[in-house]
């Protein structure tokens, strides 16, 4: 069994694949402690999954906390993770989007998983999780919840900017005016397609694109942006979240 | 005679009074989010604190978000003014005026008479500002008002990379949970904040004497740090740095009331 671990900003996702397929996945808190968040991964695998460390023939972690647990283990870069984990869901998948808490990715990948292009939100959090996650804490509504909330918005609202601090006092001031919950969580889902969609468009991506990361899970999101790009997006797997971790465990096969 | 100024920002609101030579009271208040409400309680409050009515007031200008929409000001100037022309009545010395506020940052120039020549300010992002730091002090778990003086027990700063507000609340968790000092991380945070001030400030060019003025000012380690950066010295203000665009705008209401009444005795003749 490999034991692909992907430390997120804000959820450390854990998958454990056997011959190529997820036999347990699990997600905990990072709280900003990669070692704490792999404890509590171990114990979860241990209490629901009955899988025990010396189950487990490998660990390989990336994302954020790939540099950052002390216990030997063996590391990938989110990137070349993303690629590998896209290309086992769809072997046709040529350019990869991932919508992570604080960070929005774009890549392009050849025929043999390799990353050829990429582009990343490095200066700002504009269009990822956390922002989203600012501006539903001010409205009172779950992330999970948002896009079914915004399909009752009946008029079409229009927020400037990308700061989510300015971004977080506009839609107080929406509040205040009396606007519709819907209508504002319509104005901003609007908002992250159109700053996603724009991240997308610095780079060529070819077909088949597949997208994942926790913000894939939201359907208005996806179609949003699939319909301002004008392409398909094929959502990762089941649980989009996973996508990072999975190719974090597929490494090892690749490797051997 | 009586005049008021009320600023309303985007997290505080001020009002000042003024009379024919001098400030007699101001208030700050954390704003509300409409800032009709926030800007009729502060002076209410400012009234209150000095005995005064609302009907002893001869001028009102009101500043800041939502200026236009005061129903108890007679006029409105924009706060860029209001800073340049608060700040140059505490001392005419000023020059150069980096005001940091709850969510925007501006470097505002004027002259040897405190009219405006020229500024500058960010209008894309907040970091830099006030929410920047309320980000940091809530994540340490302390009030953004010890930040400064914490800050000053810094010795090792820790490297700020992103100065991006959401970026910064998760950087500061990971300091902590590295183990960093809380001094360290006040310290960090003062050195990214004074780079990126620099950065604006280096736009419109600085003239001595320099201030800074908004709830920022009151941190000192922003302060020192912005000084260093800069490499020019920074003057405190005789006045509460809070309530120079408020001070300001009472200053305009002063200054429109004496046009008025002189134009309404020119006509009378």
């Keep these: 069994m ?80 993303l690629a590998r984990a896209s290309q086992w869901d769809r072997p046709a998948c040529r350019a990869v989007l991932c919508l992570g808490a604080q960070n929005t990715a774009v890549l392009s990948i050849n025929d043999k998983g390799r990353v050829m292009e990429y582009r990343m939100n490095d200066k700002c959090a ?14 009172a509504i779950g992330v999970e919840d948002s896009a079914e909330i915004a399909g009752a918005a009946d008029k079409r609202i229009t927020l400037s900017g990308q700061c989510a601090v300015f971004y977080e006092s506009d839609v107080v001031s929406l509040i205040n005016a009396g606007e519709s919950v819907a209508n504002i969580t319509e104005a901003i889902l609007e908002a992250v397609t159109k700053t996603v969609t724009t991240l997308c468009k610095k780079m060529k991506m070819h077909d088949a694109i597949v997208v994942g990361g926790g913000l894939a899970n939201n359907r208005r999101l996806v179609d949003g942006i699939s319909g301002m790009l004008g392409r398909p997006l094929h959502v990762f797997g089941g649980e989009p979240d996973l996508i990072g971790a999975v190719g974090a465990a597929l490494s090892v096969e690749a490797a051997r | 005679m009586i005049f008021a100024g009320v600023d309303v920002g985007s997290m505080t609101a001020e009002a000042v009074l003024i009379d024919d030579d001098e400030l007699l009271a101001s208030t700050v208040l954390v704003a509300t ?41 007679q006029h409105d100037v924009s706060e860029i003014s209001c800073h340049g022309k608060g700040a140059f009545w505490a001392d005419p010395g000023i020059r150069t005026i980096i005001d940091v506020g709850g969510q925007d940052c501006k470097v505002i120039r004027i002259d040897s008479v405190g009219d405006l020549k020229d500024f500058v300010m960010n209008d894309k992002c907040a ?31 820790v490297p700020i990379t992103s100065i991006c507000t959401v970026f910064t609340q998760f950087d500061v968790m990971t300091f902590l949970a590295d ?37 920022v000012a009151k941190n000192v380690a922003v302060v020192r740090a912005t000084e260093k950066v800069l490499g020019h010295d920074i003057c405190s203000l005789r006045i509460d740095p809070q309530i120079v665009g408020a001070l300001g705008a009472a200053l305009f209401a002063r200054e429109r009331h004496a046009k008025l009444e002189a134009e309404r005795s020119k006509a009378a003749c």
Excluded at chain 2, 55 to 63: E, K, L, M, R
Excluded at chain 2, 190 to 207: D, M, P, S
Aim: aromatic share 4%; with cysteine; glycine share 10%.
């Design chain 1, 126 to 139: 504009s269009g990822c999780g956390k922002f989203l996650e600012i501006m539903f804490e001010a409205l």
């Design chain 2, 33 to 73: 989010p409409d800032p009709v409400t926030s800007a009729t309680i502060v002076m209410e409050r400012v009234l209150a604190e000095t005995g005064l009515r609302s009907q002893d007031v001869a001028y009102c200008v009101s500043t800041g978000y939502g200026r236009e929409r005061i129903p108890f000001a």
């Design chain 1, 2 to 81: 490999i034991l692909g671990c992907d430390i997120g900003s804000s959820v450390t996702k854990a998958v454990v694949l056997e011959d190529r397929a997820v036999v347990a996945t699990l997600r905990v808190p990072t709280e900003a402690h990669a070692d704490k968040a792999m404890d509590r991964v171990m114990e979860g695998l241990r209490e629901r999954h009955k899988i025990d460390r010396a189950d487990i023939e490998e660990t390989v972690i990336t994302g954020w906390g790939e540099s950052r647990v002390s216990r030997p283990h063996a590391s990938q870069s989110i990137l070349s993770s």
């Design chain 2, 127 to 157: 970091a830099g500002t006030g929410r920047f730091l309320e980000g940091v002090a809530k994540t340490m778990a302390v009030h953004v008002s010890e930040l400064g003086p914490m800050a000053l027990g810094g010795v090792d700063p």
């Design chain 2, 179 to 215: 183990g960093r000092t809380r001094e360290d991380i006040g310290l960090g945070v003062a050195e990214a904040l004074a780079v990126r001030l620099n950065r604006l400030v280096k736009r419109v060019g600085v003239e001595d004497r320099l201030c800074i003025t908004g709830g």
